[in-house]
């Protein structure tokens, strides 16, 4: 039995699945949180291949039924410690604000917020009673309002970039009601990465995009909360 069960969101492919077969790696149990049930089976099956202590997690992070479904069944598996937040979506591109149809800002703040603070919200009771919780929320640096500034922070668009400058400060709320709990949040920056996301035009691994995700949900008790991460330290907000 694995004494650590964590749960990805968005863990059938991508990075999401690399964070799985990381913590996996290291003797965790871990839930592969996605929506399609082959492609969450298929994921499971090649996770355990790997040797990792893999299980499905049926679940839409839109679907509130869907989310409390999916605590009840890590409930029902003794708890959860590790909650990351990896599921994504952009919305498609161009997403220029002065031209932007409104329902593709809602289709992507569904997910990228709203479906982070529900998924969050479903699990914490769970990681609560854990020993060491920690909750990792996958953003982006170009959600970074100071590197917009300084033009380091991708093209113009109104949906993706914004969502995840909302979760960053969403995370943030976090932080700040939890603060005394044992519970750590952070932020964490994949930099850009080779997935379906964004055509696999980036320039990194899945596994390495995972490596910030990992690092951060393995933090020691001791470890910081409320930071916004890469791989090369911490970002600007
Ligand atoms: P990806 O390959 O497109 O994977 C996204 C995952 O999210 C898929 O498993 C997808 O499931 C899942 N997902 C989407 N909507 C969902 C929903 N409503 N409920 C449950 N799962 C859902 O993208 P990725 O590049 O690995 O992205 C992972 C995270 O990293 C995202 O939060 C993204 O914003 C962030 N990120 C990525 C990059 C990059 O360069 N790739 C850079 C910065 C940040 P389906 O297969 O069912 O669609």
């Known amino acids: 039995m694995s004494s650590t069960t964590a749960l990805v969101t968005g863990a059938n492919k991508g990075i999401g699945f690399e964070i799985a077969a990381g913590l996996g790696a290291r003797g965790w149990s871990v839930g592969v949180g996605a929506r399609d049930e082959a492609r969450r089976e298929a994921a499971v099956e090649k996770l355990r291949a790997a040797g990792v202590d893999a299980f499905g997690v049926p679940l839409d ?3 509130d039924a869907s989310v409390t479904a999916a605590a009840a069944l890590l409930e029902q598996r003794g708890g959860l410690d590790v909650l990351v937040n990896n599921a994504g979506i952009t919305g498609g591109m161009p997403q220029d604000p002065t031209t932007i149809d409104l329902d593709t800002v809602r289709t992507v703040l569904e997910t990228n917020v709203f479906g982070v603070i529900r998924t969050t919200n479903a699990m914490l009771p769970l990681l609560r009673r854990s020993a060491s919780p920690r909750i990792v929320n996958m953003s982006s640096s170009v959600g970074s309002l100071a590197r917009q500034q300084a033009d380091q922070a991708g093209p113009v668009g109104v949906a993706y970039a914004p969502s995840k400058t909302y979760l960053n400060a969403v995370t943030y709320q976090y932080v700040r009601e939890l603060e005394g709990t044992n519970i750590l949040i952070n932020l964490g920056c994949p930099g850009f990465v080779a ?17 910030i995700a990992i690092r951060l949900a393995t933090l020691p008790d001791e470890g910081p909360t409320g930071g916004y991460f890469d791989d090369a330290g911490a970002i600007p907000w």
């Open 61 to 63: 992070v839109t679907d």
């Open 195 to 211: 997935t379906d996301l964004n055509g696999h035009r980036g320039h990194r691994t899945p596994e390495q995009g995972a490596a």
